[in-house]
Each structure stands twice: as structure tokens, then as C-alpha cells.
């Protein structure tokens, strides 16, 4: 049941501190706080290059997961959503890590790109939550997201399961290529360990997530905003708002915002920037004095750092507590998914069960 909760959503976004530490368990030797993997039938130090596929929210974890493998362990990525991944027919070298990301691994278009990277020789590592899935069966190897049952049409902790894995990969991979000194894993394990607490304490920016939601209610468009690995929480928080509240929102990588959608911004459409502390906090920043200038509301998702250098322009905030800049896209996913939540409640809507949507599209 839902456990007092209002609805499904609510429940598995309270269980999010629980689930990235369940996956870190199974991801994270105690004694030597050093990521282990299982066993792999290819060697991470070797595969010339990624491809990762996925629909929906995992696509987005899936995004992060490239921008955490091109810089923590130079390997060159390319991504795609799997609708478009299977009819591309891309050059792929033999021997390539194929990496699927599905909640249900019974996702249609998932699975054909699946079957397709399998013709060309690709190595198939699924990261999925449920273990005795379609495409667990169908993968040389599954790193299981420890997420337990996601009843909730919307994805919540599925997906910072998904990222909590994809960062733990990234690290192997980045110590079997040599690009990650024993100090500097070390510093990525503390910040991943740190999390489950962190992520509790997310739950007591609830009055500022309510007051954001009664803005965002009122409104028929939304803008949100990110940079580098927060692009794509901004994506998932804009999937987030659509899927459950039926409000048009639109993720942009905030210098793309100048290119155009620039030219939308008034007081009518909120700005939903995810804006922590970490070395592009300054470009966001300045993109975000610019939609100020031209009077945009500002709703910053942001952490004590942050909240400094950005409390002067904001109409409100959610301040989260400092940590590591890659440990931040898992932390600053779950207020984002809570003010969609939010919202939702706020306009009624049907929220574990939103109309026209299924919860795995076993269809193409
Ligand atoms: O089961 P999957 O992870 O493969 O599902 C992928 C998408 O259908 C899914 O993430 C969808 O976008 C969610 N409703 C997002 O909340």
C-alpha cells in the first residue's frame, strides 16, 4: 500500500535516501570503500567506446552517465534515445560497450536497440531494476538498480538508482583505463556514500518546494534550465511537470537559452533553473541574471554555496546541503521530481496514473 502517503509517487519519492544506498551496498566493498563490479565477459580498460540507449527518464540518466564516462574516464560516448538508436544505423566498432538503462527492461524500442547493438558485436551491459526482465535475459551482463517495486507511472527512485549505478560504472571504468588516481576514487566513493544522508535531508525544503509549486500551478508554460551533468536533471524535471501536471515545460541547456527560448521569457513562464555550487555555477548564474533582466521569475534549485551568489536575483529557492559536484545531479534530481509532484496535487490530477501514459511501452 501506500504506507500514508497521498499517492504511490509520494512514497517512492521518500524512499530515494533508501534506494541509493541499497545500490551503493551492492556496488561498494565496506572495507575497502572501493567499487566492485561483477564479473564482465570484456575489459573496461579496453573498450574502444560507448553507446548508450534508453527512452524517457532513463535516457536522461543515461545522459548523465556520458558526461560522468567522458570526463572521469575519457571514453569516448555516443547517446541516443532508442527510438532513434535502432533505425540509425550508426558505425559501431566491434567490441564497444553497449549500455541499455531500463526501469522494466520490457521497454519496446529499448530492447530492438538492444538486439540491434547485439548484431554488431557491441558487449550488452543493461542497467535495469527489474532483474528477471526481458532484456536481463537478452544482456551479457546486468548491474541491478536495488529500487524494489516502482508502482508509480512516473519514475522517482528508479531513476536515481539508475544514476547511482551509472556513476559507480563510471568509476570502474575510469580506474581500469588509468585515468583516476586511488585518492581521486576515493574522494568519488566518499561523495557517493555520503548521499543517502544528504538525500534525507532534501525532505525539509518541503515548505519551499510547495510555495515553488503554487507558482508553477498558475502557470501554461515553464522553462527549466541546467548545465553540464544538470541538463539533464533539468530534462527529467520537465518530463517530470508534463507527465503528471499536463503543464507544458521545456528543459534547455541554459547557454542554448540565448539562441532562442530567450525570446519567450516574461513573467508568465517560470524559470526552473538547477543551479548547485560546482565550476559552471558562474555560467548558469549569468545565464539566469539574463532571463532576470528580462523579467523572468526565478525558481533556483540550488545548494548553501550557491544560495550566496544567487538569493539576490531569486524569487525563491530550495537549498540543499553542499557536496561533491559528482554526487550533485543524484541529489538535486529529487526536488525537482517533488516539485512536479507538487504541482500535480495542487492541479489534481490523476498522479500515479497519468491519462494517455503506461508505465512500461511495450509497444512500439
Ligand atoms: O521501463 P523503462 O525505464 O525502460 O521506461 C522508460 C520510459 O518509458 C520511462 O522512463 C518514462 O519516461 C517514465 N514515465 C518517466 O517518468
Redesign the pocket.
Known sequence: GKDGYRHFMEKELHEHPLVIGQTLQRMVDPASRRVVLPDLPFDLATVPRAVIT?????FYAGMVGRYWLESIAQLPVDIDVASEMRYRNPPLTAGSLGLL????G??AD?LAALRSLRQKAVHILSVLNVEHSTMARESDVVLGTVAGPEIS???TK?FTAQLTVLACLSIATARARGTLDALAEEELVAALLDLPSRAADVFAQGDAIRRMAAIVAEARDVLYLGRGSMFPVAMEGA??LK?ISYIHAEAYAAGEMKHGPISLIDRTVPIVASAPYTPLFDKTLSNLQEAKARGGRLLVFTDTKGAERVSAIAEDMVVLPHVHEFAAPILQTIPVQMLAYEVAVLKGTDVDQPRN?AK??TVE
Not at 534508453?54 to 532513463?58: L, T, V, Y
Not at 538503462?101 to 522494466?104: A, E, R, T, V, Y
Open positions: 534508453a527512452c524517457g527518464s532513463a538503462i531500463s526501469q522494466s520490457e521497454t529499448t507511472v512516473a519514475s528508479a518530463l517530470k507527465e501514459l512500461s511501452v
